[in-house]
């Protein structure tokens, strides 16, 4: 864990520096599969930007939602520049919100953009690991295993890097490149999309077992794992109606 950089006289936060390199990454290469795809790159930039910006203004007011007591005494710690006080599904809504406004106004369609931006979402996720790696945030469960790192005390299994280490087989499984996802859309735009979502979720319902910080409901249930579920069942009830409808219309134009 290395939440700060020292470089010389200045301090740098790191996880903040590693999700910032992460998002230029991310957003080249969702430039480059854009320009591949005959996308224009500028409106997919221009999306993200927007998209971060209603991620961070949604996780902030989810955040004062969830806790209005601890801003009722101090209301300009609203504007905190504390990544702590950020509410992962407030951010997610407001990113979603803000995304769709935005590409609606665009004229971009939905299932191509984000089959577009598949590949980022998926460097991304890789560049989430570390950073929850250098805050410490996402820890394991204790283990006694020659790889375990030492973290709040115990020898802990390293969940972040194995969270890296799925979401960089999912890039590789998915490169725009690759067969799979050349095939994928080929058959219909959405299927890529959903293809990733699935197998995001399907890897947080295994990695979930070796973490230490969950929230258990119901005495033993993991609350992750149960959100996994429910968003592998809509991924692939998703990816199956897509599909569906796909070869009809396929049937029906050979027809």
Sequence with gaps: MYPILQIGPLAVQAPGLIFLVGLWLALSLSERNAARRGINPNL???????????????????????????????PLSIFSPNPGLL??????????????????????????????????????????????????????????????????????????????????????????QGRLAQRLQELAPGL??????????????????????SVLIFGSLRQPQIAAWLVLALS???????YRHSRGTILTTEG
């Design 87 to 176: 509410d992962l599904w407030g951010g997610l809504a407001g990113a979603g919100l803000v995304s769709l406004i935005y590409g609606q106004r665009k004229g971009m369609a939905l299932w191509p953009t984000l089959d577009t931006l598949t590949p980022g979402l998926a460097l991304m996720g890789v560049m989430l690991g570390l950073t929850q790696l250098a805050s410490g945030a996402a820890f394991g469960s204790p283990t006694e295993l020659p790889w375990g790192i030492e973290l709040w005390g115990p020898r802990r299994h390293p969940t972040q890097i194995y969270a890296s280490i799925a979401a960089a087989l999912i890039l590789v499984l998915l490169r725009p």
């Design 192 to 213: 890529l999309f959903w293809s990733f979502v699935a197998l995001s979720a399907l890897a947080r319902l295994i990695l979930e077992a070796w973490r230490g910080d």
């Design 44 to 74: 997919i930039y221009s999306l993200v930007l927007a998209g971060l910006a209603g991620g961070l203004i949604g996780a902030r007011l989810g955040y004062v939602l969830r806790y209005p007591a601890a801003f009722a005494a101090s």
């Design 236 to 242: 692939l009830w998703a990816f199956g109606r897509i």
